[in-house]
């Protein structure tokens, strides 16, 4: 199946970039995810193909109206329109990755056995930043099957520092001696 929704994040940047909005944009449409995940009924609505576009459109003005500005509403209608409605969290997800490609900020996932404090993830963001000659947002997963240790993946390259991927290495040698 076809992501349509990359195009549609790629419509709503230009206008917030355009209109100066684009973190507000950003919000808004964290806001929307956020109410998929919430409210089970609203995102069966505006996913569903037996309710007439016309329909999620109202739904969504209703619901946003009052605390988002008129070229987002119009963004809006014109998803309804375009039978995008439900994919609003995809046209989200799409929309912060472009904000963050577009201000070269590159999202680095960390994947741990242990939750990191805050010390930890601002040494790592500065020790990234530099090695990677850019800005960095850190997206923290807690994996413990790890054991310790971390996997730190960029766009380009996964680095497997974890006890876990130490221990394969030396059962793999293990048994090829």
Not at 2 to 23: R, T, W
Not at 71 to 91: T, Y
Request: net charge negative; proline share 2%; hydrophobic share 40%.
């Amino acid at each position: 199946m076809v992501d349509k929704s990359l195009p549609f994040a790629q419509a709503l940047l230009s206008i917030g970039q355009d209109n100066k909005q684009e973190d507000q944009y950003l919000v808004n449409l964290n806001e929307l995810k956020k109410m998929f995940e919430e409210v089970d009924q609203l995102r069966l609505v505006l996913s569903h193909p037996g309710v007439d576009r016309k329909t999620k459109e109202n739904i969504l003005i209703e619901t946003c109206q009052d605390s988002m500005d008129s070229s987002f509403i119009d963004f809006l209608k014109v998803a309804c329109r375009q039978n995008m409605a439900g994919q609003l969290p995809q046209i989200a997800d799409h929309y912060a990755h472009l904000l963050d490609e577009s201000r070269n900020i590159q999202t680095v996932k960390i994947t741990s056995s242990i939750e990191l404090d805050e010390k930890q993830k601002a040494k790592l963001t500065t020790i990234l930043e530099n090695k990677l000659n850019g800005k960095v947002k850190l997206e923290c997963v807690v994996d413990p099957t790890l054991i310790a240790g971390m996997k730190i993946q960029t766009e380009d390259a996964i680095l497997d520092a974890s006890y876990l991927k130490a221990l394969e290495k030396m059962k793999e040698q293990l048994t090829k001696s």
